[in-house]
Structures are given as C-alpha cells and as structure tokens.
C-alpha cells in the first residue's frame, strides 16, 4: 500500500448552525452549536485513513484539551500521529464555523498550527522522503510551506497542494507542485490571475484541478479542458468537501490511477462528504465510493 503523508493544520471546529447569518451589529437566535475535530490537515490525513490509505500527520498541537482530543481523535481514525509536535504553552488550534443555508463561513485561529514552521519541518524532513504521495494546504506559516515543497520536489516526489485558504503563490511554486486543487473562488487569488477557469486551466495541464462544487471539477489534459461531473446528493453542509476531494485524489494518485480516473474517485467522495454536517463526520469509506464508481 502507499504511503500518504498530511503535513498542515489541526483545529478545534467550533460549529454554529443557523438560518440567518447576522449583519453588522445584529445579534440572531441559531438552531444548534457542536464542537467536532477539523482542520484541514487533519481533514485530509482522516478523509485519506477512511478511504483505506496509509497516512501519516505532520503538524502542531498545543497540549491543552482541544490538543489532547484532536490528537485521540487522529488515533482513532488510524492516523500515525508520531511526528506531530505537542506544545506546551500553546493553544490548539481553533476554527469558528457559522453554518447557514448549507454553505459555511470559517474563521481559524492558527495557535500551535503557527509552529508548524521551518524549523520543525527541518527535524522531519528526511522522514518525508519515506511517503509516496504529501499532502498540504495553506493554514501553516507560507515560508514553511514553500521550504518544504521545494525540498520534496529536489527529492521527486509527488505533492498535492490544496491552496486554502487562498493566497498569491510565486511562479516557483506552482511549477514545484504536481497537483494543485483550488476551488473556483481561490484559483484568481492563488495564481494571481484575472483570467477565466479555461485560460488558467490552459497554463498547467494536467496539474490544476479546479473545483467547481456541482458544476463539477475542471482541469486541462492537455488537448483540451475536461469536466469531471459532480454527483447529484442532498446537500446538508459543504464543510470539508475540497479537503475530502484532495485527499481522495491524492490516495488515488498514490494507486496509480490515471489522471481522469483520480478526479472521478476523488469527486465521487467529495459528494458523499457534504451529506452529513461537521467536516470529518460525512467523510466516505472506501466502500461507499466504489459503488458509485463502478455503478
Ligand atoms: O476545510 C474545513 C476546515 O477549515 C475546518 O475543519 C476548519 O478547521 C478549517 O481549517
């Protein structure tokens, strides 16, 4: 089996469910509050562990309850959670997440995903070299980041960059990646562009996805731009769809399924994520995503 690796953030997902979201100034009544284990780091490492992968998490966690809990949790969903770094005098991570008429607004507060940084990604680093596949989003400090993808793409190896939340990336950057999965509110931001999906998906074939929600996934093939279609489902919360759709890609890219093929794997899981409310709680088995696939 390959071997996945998850570097990136670990929060603390503070929920609120409401019908209305409320303006500047305006106090509303919602319907429920819950707490659940999220980020998108430790999204990814669990959508990849229930899809039957091999995953191990890279990041930092404080060692305060939240830190505790989130760490039990990745234990549970069969993580490998050996190289995360547990702070004292830190705060977990936390994200303040308003959910209303099935989309969702998200605040984080990094905490202890802040030291996810230079020099604790220097102490595991040739660890690394050990994964396949590595997997990484942006709620860690950008420098780290870059350090990092420059490193593990000097050494070959396949990495999957799911640029959220969305940021400029340099020219270096995207040609150091193999894939790249923003959605398609983040692509303008990420590769600084004011050009429409078809001409950005023209510039890196075969290397940006770009997720459209129900409109599907768009990438370029080289001959020409493909849509991958998305499933039709009942939507109940979209948290953690573009997590779940990277780490299925990236578990399918690990299996050596064709480019098309990927997507098709991954878009299929991502449906079956936003089903359910909570980022983590939706997030299909292998199981689940095969008898779609092959139906
Ligand atoms: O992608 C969803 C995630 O974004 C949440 O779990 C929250 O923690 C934020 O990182």
């Not at 980020?39 to 930092?60: D, E, I, P, Y």
């Not at 980041?145 to 000097?154: A, D, G, H, T």
């Not at 894939?179 to 303008?188: A, S, V, W």
């Not at 459209?212 to 279609?229: A, D, L, Q, R, W």
Request: aromatic content about 6%; proline content about 4%; glycine content about 8%.
């Amino acid at each position: 089996m390959a071997r996945i690796a998850v570097i990136g953030s670990i929060n603390m997902d503070l929920v609120v469910e409401t019908d209305k979201s409320p303006k500047k100034g305006e106090t509303v009544l919602g319907n429920q509050f819950f707490t659940s284990h999220g980020g998108k780091g430790a999204n990814q490492a669990v959508a990849v562990a229930r899809l039957g992968g091999s995953v191990t998490m890279f990041g930092s966690l404080g060692n305060d309850q939240n830190g505790k809990s989130l760490k039990d949790n990745l234990v549970l969903e069969s993580i490998e959670t050996t190289y995360i770094n547990m702070l004292d005098n830190v705060s977990s991570g936390v994200a303040v997440i308003e959910i209303c008429e099935k989309d969702n607004r998200i605040i984080v507060i990094p905490g202890a995903n802040q030291h996810t940084n230079i020099e604790y990604l220097s102490t595991v680093k040739e660890v690394l070299l050990n994964f396949d596949v590595i997997i990484m989003q942006m709620e860690i400090p950008i420098e780290a980041l870059q350090f990092i993808i420059k490193f593990l793409s000097e050494n070959k190896k396949v990495i999957i960059l799911n640029p959220a939340p969305a940021l400029p990336l340099p020219e270096d950057v995207l040609s150091q990646v193999t894939y790249i999965t923003p959605n398609e509110h983040e692509y303008k931001i990420v590769l600084n562009t004011s050009h429409d999906i078809e001409a950005s998906l023209r510039r890196y074939p075969n290397k940006l996805l770009i997720t459209c929600g129900e409109k599907g996934v768009k990438y370029h093939n080289g001959s020409n731009v493909e849509t991958i279609p998305s499933i039709k489902v009942d939507v109940v919360d979209t948290t953690g769809a573009g997590d779940t759709f990277t780490a299925a890609f990236g578990i399918a890219i690990s299996e050596g399924r064709p480019l098309h093929e990927a997507i098709r794997f991954a878009n299929i899981a991502a449906g079956l994520s936003i089903t359910k409310i909570g980022a983590q709680q939706g997030m299909p088995t292998r199981k689940s995503v095969t008898k779609l696939l092959d139906s």
